[in-house]
């Protein structure tokens, strides 16, 4: 199929659905929705022949017929039941999503008084003052052909709102699975509010639980407002026959502080758009990332640090290592407005090739409009030290133990970043599995992760 | 216990060692001294198995086996221990799990159980007294952000830990100042037994005074030129090397 026929597919999907969509959707969804639709058809799916997508063609991952979902499915059997997240003294507060649908059975969440977690459908109805306030607003439909696509489709996801002054003490954990025993394309909008001074900690998982093919769109829209503390984990470890689509957009306002770190275990194809936008000063935001890919696994993170007002602080470092014929991209953009003097902005990216044939590209891009600033990149391709390979094999270490700790050591550095212990111990146990060639399975993931 | 007969080494087709003739019994010191590109280093990093050199001629045999036939990790399994002149920084490596895999891997060789995680901490925590280093390094990454001396000493202590037959130490006088020399020193005599052997590489005397080697060797040009007992190394110090130099002219 040609890109202009998936296009038009689509359109015709909107146009024939357009009744299935708008129903149970909030008015202001659906003006935002209908808005969204024109941009799609101006934009399209993207193709390599868009710039920042050079590296990761989605077309052969749109190019199926997939089943879409406009309506709630209802789920057979308690998901509850079906899937539980066995990390070891990791308490949170569990939600779960069923293909992008936020579950109709969640069991009752500790959280604090005031604080909400529901679904989109639900905050959009419900909570509209809070929900029209931000829905929209910081997600760029106008520029990603694949938001626009997002928010033209969206009809259900997570909303999490945390008043001014309000602590989650208990991390909240999201995850979506993907079960569907017909190769499935899923939407999943997520809406996230944190108010003054207020405090949380997410965490994103996907799992695939049946072998079906997905391809999975999801758009999560950030709000940290002043003074606020909001760390966003994303663990992504999918089947070889998934396609992950993830955008996240983040909004900043003065003093607030951001840790967002994107963990990519396993995956047939990930593209990851992380934008962050500082509309405040002072500041703080700190993007990790790891990839590990092997087989022909690829992986594609694109990042947007706009710093838009001065005295703001952005660190960021991503890593992979790769094995096999896996591709990687990383694009890592900074915008540094006029205004926007005493910035400070860093950026790194490593790759560990294990193989002749892995393949990174990896570009930073570096817009700085303002002439007082800190700013600085680095981006290595490299294989296993030797000297280090060396040292621990004269101690007795055999080559292959030695070259997992090296490389285990290696992804260490963005694991021992996250601000969550008992997440940080799985992932690195997940981390290790899968340095030494084991399936770093989730639970009941195993079924469709042993493929 | 290691016997070095006509040891010929290269890198990149470039002969570093010339016949290298050793004879090493058990509880022996040995100190190998020459100047600068005589082949010290080479020498050690020959013994440990480091694969950038390649061995064109010879043979050592440590303890009935020949050596050039195992990898690193099964001579150091072996007994050879090798004090790097510039240890490595391993970030996100932990000392505690280096040496725990170290120890655990030697044991296996040995046919032994791995060490019970308290038994593994008493023996960390009795092999850091007796070479009195401080726990805040052996808490954190493999030499990372060491100084000189914290380096030295880290590599005394790792030996310790793996109780080597024979110990190579590379320059392990090399940047340290005398209190940080006294204590490598004094961990290195503690670990003597009456079995154990050890080959001291120096370019300076002052080693020496702490280490006290039964014999002293000169090594120019990628050979053994000279060999006698500890006041050879006196007679460096006083005179340089240029004598040796001369010596061999003639």
Same mark, same amino acid.
């Given at each position: ?9 689509? /359109? ?16 202001? *969804?659906?003006?935002? =929705? ?44 308690? &998901? ?26 969640? =069991? ?23 929900? $029209? ?47 569907? $025993? ?110 590990? *890919? ?27 290592? *790769? ?80 070259? *997992? !700790? ?29 340095? =030494? ?15 | ?19 290298? %003739? ?8 040995? /100190? ?41 990790? $099964? ?23 280096? !040496? ?6 030697? =044991? ?10 308290? $038994? ?18 052996? %808490? ?18 790792? !030996? ?8 190579? &130490? ?81």
């Amino acid at each position: 199929m040609s890109i202009d026929t998936i296009n038009n597919d689509f /359109a015709d999907l909107f146009e024939q659905g357009k009744s299935l969509l708008d129903d149970k959707s909030s008015k202001f *969804m659906n003006t935002k =929705r209908e808005e969204a639709f024109e941009q799609f058809k101006r934009l399209g799916v993207p193709t390599l022949a868009n710039e920042n997508y050079k590296y990761t063609n989605l077309v052969p991952a749109f190019d199926h017929p997939y089943t879409v979902d406009l309506q709630y499915r209802t789920v057979m059997g308690d &998901l509850n039941e079906l899937f539980y997240c066995d990390v070891p003294e990791l308490d949170t507060n569990l939600v779960l999503l069923s293909n992008g649908w936020y579950y109709n059975q969640n =069991r009752k969440l500790d959280i604090p008084e005031g604080v909400i977690v529901c679904s989109l459908q639900e905050a959009a109805e419900k909570h509209s003052e809070i929900f $029209d306030k931000h829905y929209g607003k910081y997600a760029k439909p106008n520029e990603e052909g694949i938001v626009a696509l997002n928010t033209a489709l969206a009809k259900d996801g997570v909303f999490i709102y945390v008043p001014k002054n309000v602590v989650v003490e208990k991390p909240i954990q999201v995850i979506n699975l993907l079960r569907s $025993d017909r190769d499935l394309m899923a939407t999943q909008r997520n809406l996230v509010v944190i108010e003054e001074n207020a405090q949380a900690k997410l965490i994103f998982c996907d799992h695939t639980l049946t072998h079906s093919k997905y391809l999975s769109n999801t758009v999560s829209e950030i709000n940290v407002a002043k003074n606020a503390i909001f760390d966003l984990y994303t663990l992504q470890n999918q089947h070889l026959n998934a396609t992950i689509l993830n955008s996240v957009f983040i909004r900043q306002e003065a003093n607030s502080n951001v840790l967002s770190n994107t963990l990519s275990l396993y995956g047939g194809m990930i593209r990851n758009n992380h934008y962050t936008l500082f509309d405040g000063e002072h500041c703080e935001n700190h993007t990790y990332g790891m990839y590990l *890919m092997d087989r022909n696994q690829h992986v594609d993170n694109f990042t947007f640090a706009d710093h838009a007002k001065p005295n703001c602080v952005s660190n960021e470092h991503f890593k992979g290592v *790769m094995d096999d014929e896996a591709t990687a991209a990383f694009t890592g953009k900074i915008h540094v407005r006029r205004d926007a003097q005493k910035t400070e902005a860093y950026q790194k990216n490593n790759n560990l090739l294990l193989s002749d044939t892995a393949v990174i590209n990896t570009k930073p891009q570096l817009i700085i409009d303002a002439d007082d600033v800190k700013c600085s990149h680095g981006a290595t391709v490299g294989q296993m030290d030797d000297d280090a390979l060396f040292y621990l094999r004269a101690r007795g270490i055999n080559e292959k133990e030695a070259r *997992m !700790m090296l490389m285990f050591a290696f992804a260490h550095e963005i694991i021992e970043k996250i601000r969550i212990d008992a997440l940080k111990d799985r992932i690195d146990e997940l981390v290790e599995k899968r340095l =030494r060639g084991e399936i770093s399975k989730c639970n009941t993931c195993a079924i469709a992760c042993n493929q | 216990m290691l016997s070095i007969k006509n040891l010929h080494a290269s890198i990149n087709g470039k002969e570093i060692l010339k016949g290298i %003739n050793l004879e090493i019994k058990p509880g022996e010191v040995h /100190a190998i001294m020459g100047p600068n590109g005589a082949g010290k280093s080479t020498l050690a990093s020959v013994l440990a198995g480091r694969e950038l050199f390649e061995v064109t001629e010879g043979e050592v045999i440590f303890e009935q086996k020949d050596l050039l036939d195992l990898s690193p990790e $099964d001579r150091a399994k072996e007994g050879i221990f090798l004090g790097f002149q510039y240890p490595i920084e391993i970030p996100g490596v932990s000392t505690v799990n280096f !040496m725990k895999t170290a120890v655990n891997e030697h =044991r296996k060789y040995k046919g032994l159980e791995p060490l019970k995680a308290s $038994d593994f901490l008493k023996l960390m925590r009795d092999k850091k007294a007796l070479v009195e280093i401080d726990s805040n390094l052996t %808490n954190r990454s493999v030499n990372e952000g060491f100084s000189g001396g914290e380096k030295k000493k880290n590599e005394i202590f790792q !030996m310790a830990m793996l109780e080597p037959k024979l110990a190579v &130490l590379d320059e392990t006088d090399s940047g340290l100042d005398i209190d940080a020399l006294r204590i490598v020193a004094n961990g290195v005599n503690k670990l003597k037994t009456a079995e154990n052997s050890t080959i001291v590489i120096t370019h300076y005397q002052r080693l020496l005074d702490y280490i006290v080697p039964d014999v002293v060797h000169v090594l120019f040009d990628g050979r053994i030129v000279k060999t006698a007992g500890k006041e050879l190394a006196l007679e460096l110090e006083e005179k340089g090397y240029d004598w040796i130099k001369e010596e061999l002219v003639k």
